[in-house]
């Protein structure tokens, strides 16, 4: 719910973090506003750290969290 504040989020999160801190986002589901969400993605050149995966099962789920660290 609400993904462009959560990006916008995310934007302040990587220009406050340190340069040598590496991360990437992934972002699970799909709706109405992944149209949206690419284009700011793309507009705000985070299209290369934060993914979009669309819809997953449950097993799909539970391997994208076992490569997690948060």
Do not use: C, Q, Y
Request: charged residues 35%; hydrophobic residues 40%; glycine residues 8%.
């Amino acid at each position: 719910k609400r993904p462009l504040p959560f990006l916008r989020m995310l934007r302040k999160l990587r220009r406050d973090a340190p340069d040598d801190l590496d991360f990437r986002v992934v972002i699970i589901g799909d709706g109405a506003e992944r149209v949206t969400m690419e284009r700011f993605l793309r507009s705000n050149g985070m299209d290369g750290w934060v993914s979009l995966s669309g819809r997953l099962d449950r097993a799909e789920i539970r391997e994208v969290f076992g490569r997690s660290h948060v």
